[in-house]
Protein backbone atom coordinates (compact mmCIF):
# COMPACT_ATOMS: atom_id res chain seq x y z
CA UNK A 1 0.00 0.00 0.00
CA UNK A 2 1.27 3.26 -1.21
CA UNK A 3 1.84 5.47 2.01
CA UNK A 4 0.40 9.26 2.15
CA UNK A 5 3.00 11.98 2.38
CA UNK A 6 3.62 12.53 5.32
CA UNK A 7 2.96 16.76 6.58
CA UNK A 8 2.57 18.71 9.58
CA UNK A 9 -1.02 18.90 9.04
CA UNK A 10 -1.12 14.90 9.22
CA UNK A 11 1.34 14.74 11.83
CA UNK A 12 -0.58 16.51 14.11
CA UNK A 13 -3.76 14.51 13.52
CA UNK A 14 -1.67 11.32 13.93
CA UNK A 15 0.17 12.20 16.89
CA UNK A 16 3.54 11.37 17.63
CA UNK A 17 4.04 7.85 16.64
CA UNK A 18 7.48 7.08 18.06
CA UNK A 19 9.23 7.60 20.81
CA UNK A 20 11.20 11.24 21.14
CA UNK A 21 14.61 11.82 23.53
CA UNK A 22 16.84 13.52 21.83
CA UNK A 23 19.71 12.93 19.68
CA UNK A 24 22.70 12.22 17.07
CA UNK A 25 23.50 14.22 14.52
CA UNK A 26 23.09 16.43 11.37
CA UNK A 27 24.51 16.89 7.67
CA UNK A 28 27.05 17.65 5.02
CA UNK A 29 28.58 20.03 2.98
CA UNK A 30 28.22 21.05 -0.36
CA UNK A 31 32.48 22.38 -0.43
CA UNK A 32 33.86 23.21 -3.68
CA UNK A 33 36.96 20.64 -2.87
CA UNK A 34 34.16 17.56 -3.13
CA UNK A 35 34.40 16.75 -6.79
CA UNK A 36 31.32 14.61 -6.17
CA UNK A 37 29.06 17.43 -4.85
CA UNK A 38 26.64 17.16 -7.73
CA UNK A 39 27.05 13.48 -7.98
CA UNK A 40 24.34 11.62 -10.90
CA UNK A 41 21.04 11.59 -8.95
CA UNK A 42 20.55 8.19 -10.60
CA UNK A 43 23.43 6.33 -8.67
CA UNK A 44 21.97 7.79 -5.29
CA UNK A 45 18.97 6.08 -3.83
CA UNK A 46 16.03 8.17 -2.56
CA UNK A 47 17.25 11.18 -4.24
CA UNK A 48 15.70 14.34 -3.37
CA UNK A 49 17.30 17.93 -5.51
CA UNK A 50 16.51 19.48 -1.74
CA UNK A 51 19.01 17.29 -0.27
CA UNK A 52 23.17 17.32 -0.46
CA UNK A 53 25.11 14.35 -0.76
CA UNK A 54 28.18 12.68 -0.71
CA UNK A 55 30.09 9.70 -1.94
CA UNK A 56 30.91 7.08 0.95
CA UNK A 57 34.57 6.61 0.84
CA UNK A 58 35.78 5.01 -2.18
CA UNK A 59 32.39 2.82 -2.88
CA UNK A 60 30.09 3.72 -5.47
CA UNK A 61 27.50 4.96 -2.87
CA UNK A 62 26.68 8.81 -2.00
CA UNK A 63 25.13 9.41 1.55
CA UNK A 64 22.72 11.79 2.16
CA UNK A 65 23.99 14.65 4.13
CA UNK A 66 21.35 14.20 6.88
CA UNK A 67 21.37 10.67 8.16
CA UNK A 68 19.14 9.75 11.31
CA UNK A 69 18.91 7.79 14.41
CA UNK A 70 20.00 7.39 17.77
CA UNK A 71 17.78 7.99 20.87
CA UNK A 72 15.00 10.63 19.07
CA UNK A 73 12.92 8.53 16.52
CA UNK A 74 9.61 10.33 15.64
CA UNK A 75 8.04 7.47 13.35
CA UNK A 76 6.14 10.50 11.57
CA UNK A 77 9.27 13.23 11.44
CA UNK A 78 11.31 9.73 10.00
CA UNK A 79 8.85 9.67 7.04
CA UNK A 80 8.76 13.10 6.65
CA UNK A 81 12.70 13.35 5.87
CA UNK A 82 12.98 10.18 4.21
CA UNK A 83 10.50 11.88 1.90
CA UNK A 84 13.37 15.16 1.84
CA UNK A 85 15.75 12.91 0.56
CA UNK A 86 17.73 11.26 4.05
CA UNK A 87 18.80 7.73 2.89
CA UNK A 88 20.72 6.52 5.87
CA UNK A 89 19.41 5.57 9.40
CA UNK A 90 21.36 4.11 12.26
CA UNK A 91 19.92 2.41 14.73
CA UNK A 92 21.09 0.33 18.21
CA UNK A 93 19.51 -2.48 20.39
CA UNK A 94 19.79 -0.54 23.42
CA UNK A 95 18.72 2.58 22.93
CA UNK A 96 15.21 3.20 24.73
CA UNK A 97 15.20 -0.20 25.89
CA UNK A 98 14.81 -1.51 22.40
CA UNK A 99 11.70 0.26 21.67
CA UNK A 100 13.51 2.37 19.21
CA UNK A 101 15.08 0.03 17.66
CA UNK A 102 10.98 -1.18 16.64
CA UNK A 103 9.85 2.16 16.11
CA UNK A 104 12.38 1.96 13.26
CA UNK A 105 11.35 -1.24 12.28
CA UNK A 106 7.64 0.31 11.56
CA UNK A 107 9.21 3.29 9.48
CA UNK A 108 11.01 0.74 7.48
CA UNK A 109 8.21 -1.56 6.78
CA UNK A 110 7.19 1.28 3.90
CA UNK A 111 10.64 2.36 3.42
CA UNK A 112 13.54 -0.47 3.67
CA UNK A 113 14.65 0.32 -0.57
CA UNK A 114 14.69 3.85 -0.18
CA UNK A 115 17.34 3.93 2.78
CA UNK A 116 20.55 2.71 3.73
CA UNK A 117 20.30 0.89 7.08
CA UNK A 118 23.32 1.10 9.60
CA UNK A 119 23.03 -0.60 13.23
CA UNK A 120 25.53 -0.91 16.20
CA UNK A 121 26.34 -4.19 17.37
CA UNK A 122 25.08 -4.35 20.54
CA UNK A 123 22.33 -7.53 19.78
CA UNK A 124 23.04 -10.55 20.84
CA UNK A 125 21.13 -12.17 17.55
CA UNK A 126 21.17 -10.87 14.40
CA UNK A 127 18.40 -12.51 12.58
CA UNK A 128 15.94 -11.07 15.99
CA UNK A 129 17.03 -7.62 14.94
CA UNK A 130 16.54 -8.32 11.29
CA UNK A 131 13.45 -9.15 12.44
CA UNK A 132 12.00 -5.99 13.94
CA UNK A 133 13.65 -3.94 11.86
CA UNK A 134 11.49 -5.60 9.18
CA UNK A 135 14.57 -6.08 7.10
CA UNK A 136 16.74 -9.40 5.21
CA UNK A 137 19.95 -7.40 5.95
CA UNK A 138 21.93 -4.76 7.07
CA UNK A 139 23.69 -2.13 5.17
CA UNK A 140 26.37 -1.69 7.69
CA UNK A 141 27.09 -3.34 10.57
CA UNK A 142 28.95 -0.75 13.02
CA UNK A 143 31.33 -2.91 15.40
CA UNK A 144 31.23 -1.00 18.84
CA UNK A 145 34.80 -0.21 20.07
CA UNK A 146 36.67 2.04 22.21
CA UNK A 147 39.97 1.25 22.17
CA UNK A 148 42.85 1.21 19.38
CA UNK A 149 43.39 -2.52 19.98
CA UNK A 150 40.04 -3.49 19.93
CA UNK A 151 39.08 -1.12 16.89
CA UNK A 152 42.07 -3.21 14.79
CA UNK A 153 40.91 -6.50 16.35
CA UNK A 154 41.16 -9.09 13.20
CA UNK A 155 38.37 -11.11 15.23
CA UNK A 156 36.07 -8.25 13.70
CA UNK A 157 36.81 -9.62 10.24
CA UNK A 158 35.79 -13.22 10.67
CA UNK A 159 32.48 -11.91 12.41
CA UNK A 160 31.62 -9.85 9.69
CA UNK A 161 32.16 -12.37 7.10
CA UNK A 162 30.32 -15.30 9.08
CA UNK A 163 27.38 -12.44 8.49
CA UNK A 164 28.36 -11.11 4.95
CA UNK A 165 28.59 -14.74 3.92
CA UNK A 166 25.05 -15.51 5.36
CA UNK A 167 23.56 -12.19 2.93
CA UNK A 168 23.09 -10.80 6.49
CA UNK A 169 25.39 -7.41 6.40
CA UNK A 170 27.23 -5.44 3.41
CA UNK A 171 29.69 -3.33 4.93
CA UNK A 172 31.58 -3.40 8.21
CA UNK A 173 31.87 -0.18 10.02
CA UNK A 174 33.16 1.48 13.51
CA UNK A 175 31.77 3.32 16.34
CA UNK A 176 33.43 4.53 19.01
CA UNK A 177 32.38 7.19 22.12
CA UNK A 178 35.13 6.47 24.63
CA UNK A 179 38.94 6.46 23.25
CA UNK A 180 37.95 8.40 20.08
CA UNK A 181 40.88 9.36 18.73
CA UNK A 182 42.71 6.56 19.17
CA UNK A 183 40.31 4.07 18.30
CA UNK A 184 39.03 5.71 15.62
CA UNK A 185 42.23 6.15 13.85
CA UNK A 186 43.23 2.32 14.35
CA UNK A 187 40.00 1.77 12.86
CA UNK A 188 41.04 3.81 9.60
CA UNK A 189 44.66 2.71 9.67
CA UNK A 190 43.10 -0.72 9.31
CA UNK A 191 41.56 -1.05 6.68
CA UNK A 192 38.69 -3.17 8.18
CA UNK A 193 35.87 -0.68 7.69
CA UNK A 194 34.15 1.21 4.76
CA UNK A 195 32.41 3.57 7.41
CA UNK A 196 33.69 5.30 10.56
CA UNK A 197 31.33 6.84 13.17
CA UNK A 198 32.91 8.99 15.70
CA UNK A 199 31.89 11.18 18.03
CA UNK A 200 32.75 14.95 16.57
CA UNK A 201 31.92 17.45 18.62
CA UNK A 202 33.19 21.04 18.40
CA UNK A 203 36.24 20.12 20.52
CA UNK A 204 36.54 16.93 19.06
CA UNK A 205 37.01 18.17 15.15
CA UNK A 206 39.30 19.93 15.89
CA UNK A 207 41.61 17.38 17.80
CA UNK A 208 40.81 14.93 15.13
CA UNK A 209 42.05 17.04 12.30
CA UNK A 210 44.26 13.59 11.09
CA UNK A 211 41.92 11.06 11.57
CA UNK A 212 39.47 13.11 8.86
CA UNK A 213 42.00 13.48 6.66
CA UNK A 214 43.35 9.79 6.98
CA UNK A 215 39.77 8.95 6.06
CA UNK A 216 39.56 11.19 3.20
CA UNK A 217 42.84 9.69 2.22
CA UNK A 218 42.05 6.32 2.69
CA UNK A 219 38.83 5.92 0.99
CA UNK A 220 37.09 5.57 5.03
CA UNK A 221 33.44 7.40 5.01
CA UNK A 222 33.04 9.04 8.20
CA UNK A 223 29.40 9.80 9.77
CA UNK A 224 29.80 12.02 12.77
CA UNK A 225 27.62 11.81 15.59
CA UNK A 226 27.00 13.59 19.11
CA UNK A 227 27.80 16.53 17.31
CA UNK A 228 25.64 18.88 19.46
CA UNK A 229 26.91 17.61 22.61
CA UNK A 230 26.32 20.74 25.05
CA UNK A 231 24.25 22.68 21.99
CA UNK A 232 21.22 24.07 23.68
CA UNK A 233 20.52 27.24 20.93
CA UNK A 234 18.83 26.03 17.34
CA UNK A 235 21.34 28.67 15.79
CA UNK A 236 24.23 27.28 17.16
CA UNK A 237 23.60 23.94 16.13
CA UNK A 238 22.48 24.82 12.70
CA UNK A 239 25.78 26.51 12.63
CA UNK A 240 27.88 23.97 13.68
CA UNK A 241 26.30 21.67 11.20
CA UNK A 242 27.62 23.82 8.54
CA UNK A 243 31.07 24.09 10.23
CA UNK A 244 31.26 19.95 10.75
CA UNK A 245 30.03 19.50 7.08
CA UNK A 246 32.28 22.10 5.76
CA UNK A 247 35.08 19.62 6.53
CA UNK A 248 35.88 17.35 3.52
CA UNK A 249 36.58 14.09 5.67
CA UNK A 250 33.07 13.80 7.05
CA UNK A 251 30.46 12.35 4.79
CA UNK A 252 27.32 12.20 6.72
CA UNK A 253 26.42 13.82 10.23
CA UNK A 254 23.88 11.73 11.96
CA UNK A 255 21.20 13.43 14.22
CA UNK A 256 18.19 12.60 16.18
CA UNK A 257 15.26 14.80 14.98
CA UNK A 258 12.38 15.03 16.63
CA UNK A 259 10.28 17.46 14.74
CA UNK A 260 9.67 18.91 11.56
CA UNK A 261 10.96 22.32 12.69
CA UNK A 262 14.36 20.87 13.45
CA UNK A 263 14.55 18.94 9.94
CA UNK A 264 13.78 22.03 7.99
CA UNK A 265 16.11 23.81 9.96
CA UNK A 266 18.52 21.30 9.46
CA UNK A 267 17.76 21.25 6.04
CA UNK A 268 18.04 24.48 5.29
CA UNK A 269 21.39 24.82 7.05
CA UNK A 270 23.16 21.97 4.78
CA UNK A 271 22.14 24.14 1.76
CA UNK A 272 23.81 27.71 3.11
CA UNK A 273 27.44 28.18 3.82
CA UNK A 274 28.95 29.00 7.40
CA UNK A 275 29.25 33.20 7.46
CA UNK A 276 31.80 34.42 9.80
CA UNK A 277 29.27 35.93 12.71
CA UNK A 278 28.22 32.37 12.96
CA UNK A 279 32.18 30.57 12.82
CA UNK A 280 32.83 33.64 15.97
CA UNK A 281 29.97 32.49 17.68
CA UNK A 282 30.47 29.05 17.77
CA UNK A 283 34.18 29.61 18.63
CA UNK A 284 33.14 32.16 21.60
CA UNK A 285 30.42 29.15 22.69
CA UNK A 286 33.15 26.46 22.43
CA UNK A 287 36.17 28.16 24.50
CA UNK A 288 33.51 29.39 27.52
CA UNK A 289 31.74 26.21 27.42
CA UNK A 290 34.99 23.55 27.07
CA UNK A 291 35.33 23.02 30.86
CA UNK A 292 31.59 21.23 30.37
CA UNK A 293 32.63 19.41 27.16
CA UNK A 294 33.57 15.94 27.59
CA UNK A 295 35.84 14.30 24.12
CA UNK A 296 35.85 11.08 25.39
CA UNK A 297 39.31 10.70 25.01
CA UNK A 298 39.85 8.84 27.85
CA UNK A 299 43.06 10.76 29.13
CA UNK A 300 41.33 10.74 32.24
CA UNK A 301 41.06 6.42 32.79
CA UNK A 302 44.69 5.97 31.65
CA UNK A 303 45.92 8.17 34.06
CA UNK A 304 43.83 6.74 37.08
CA UNK A 305 45.14 4.38 39.29
CA UNK A 306 41.17 2.20 39.78
CA UNK A 307 40.20 3.03 35.79
CA UNK A 308 37.62 4.64 36.28
CA UNK A 309 35.31 4.84 33.22
CA UNK A 310 35.14 8.54 33.42
CA UNK A 311 33.52 9.59 29.89
CA UNK A 312 31.08 7.01 30.21
CA UNK A 313 29.81 7.75 33.68
CA UNK A 314 29.54 11.41 32.51
CA UNK A 315 27.67 9.92 29.15
CA UNK A 316 25.14 8.31 31.38
CA UNK A 317 24.55 11.84 33.44
CA UNK A 318 25.42 14.36 30.97
CA UNK A 319 24.06 13.08 27.41
CA UNK A 320 21.63 10.55 27.97
CA UNK A 321 20.04 11.79 31.39
CA UNK A 322 20.15 15.65 30.82
CA UNK A 323 20.80 16.26 27.31
CA UNK A 324 18.86 13.75 25.61
CA UNK A 325 16.29 12.92 28.82
CA UNK A 326 16.43 9.11 28.23
CA UNK A 327 16.54 7.96 31.76
CA UNK A 328 16.10 4.30 30.73
CA UNK A 329 19.61 4.03 28.84
CA UNK A 330 21.15 6.26 31.18
CA UNK A 331 20.38 3.84 34.24
CA UNK A 332 21.34 0.50 32.02
CA UNK A 333 24.05 2.34 30.34
CA UNK A 334 25.47 2.93 33.82
CA UNK A 335 24.57 -0.33 35.72
CA UNK A 336 26.74 -1.59 33.52
CA UNK A 337 29.68 -0.54 34.26
CA UNK A 338 32.01 -3.19 36.00
CA UNK A 339 31.99 -3.09 40.11
CA UNK A 340 34.71 -0.38 41.49
CA UNK A 341 35.02 1.70 37.70
CA UNK A 342 32.19 4.31 38.75
CA UNK A 343 34.58 6.09 41.01
CA UNK A 344 34.46 6.84 44.99
CA UNK A 345 35.21 8.77 47.96
CA UNK A 346 38.86 8.46 47.11
CA UNK A 347 38.42 10.20 43.66
CA UNK A 348 38.61 13.72 45.94
CA UNK A 349 42.15 12.73 47.34
CA UNK A 350 43.16 11.70 43.92
CA UNK A 351 41.95 14.00 41.71
CA UNK A 352 44.94 12.53 38.90
CA UNK A 353 41.79 12.38 36.37
CA UNK A 354 42.09 16.28 36.53
CA UNK A 355 45.74 17.13 35.88
CA UNK A 356 45.65 15.36 32.64
CA UNK A 357 41.92 16.48 30.98
CA UNK A 358 42.69 18.36 28.05
CA UNK A 359 39.04 20.34 28.76
CA UNK A 360 39.80 21.08 32.16
CA UNK A 361 36.94 19.64 33.22
CA UNK A 362 35.75 19.05 36.92
CA UNK A 363 35.83 15.42 36.59
CA UNK A 364 35.40 14.30 40.03
CA UNK A 365 32.26 16.74 40.60
CA UNK A 366 31.05 14.89 37.85
CA UNK A 367 31.44 11.58 39.21
CA UNK A 368 29.74 12.49 42.52
CA UNK A 369 26.88 13.99 41.07
CA UNK A 370 26.34 11.03 39.03
CA UNK A 371 26.65 8.56 41.94
CA UNK A 372 24.09 10.56 43.68
CA UNK A 373 21.82 10.63 40.26
CA UNK A 374 21.63 6.97 39.86
CA UNK A 375 21.31 5.53 43.75
CA UNK A 376 17.98 7.98 43.24
CA UNK A 377 16.70 6.88 40.31
CA UNK A 378 17.58 3.01 40.75
Same mark, same amino acid.
Given at each position: M?????? @? @????? +? +??????AAGVSAALPASAAQPD?????KKIPNYNPAMKYRRLGNTDMYLSAISLGGLVVAEQVHHYAIEHGVNLVHMANEYLGGQAMKTLGNVLKTRRKQVYVAVKDTFRDIDAALATLNTDYIDFLMFNRHSGTSAADPGILETFEKYKKAGKVRFAGLTS? &? #?????? #? &? #?IRSGMYTLAMPALSQPNLEAMDEELRQAQEKGVGVMAFKTMRGLKDRDLEVAYLKKLLRNPGVTTALKGIGSFEMFDAYLKGVNEPLTSAEDRALYRYAQANRALNCMMCDECRAACPAGVEVSTVLRCKDYYYQQVGDTQTALATYAAIPAGKTGGEECRICRRCEGVCPNGIRIVEGLTAARALFRQLA
Open positions: KMKPVN @R @RTFVQ +G +GLLGTVSAPDPH &A #GVKEAT #G &A #G
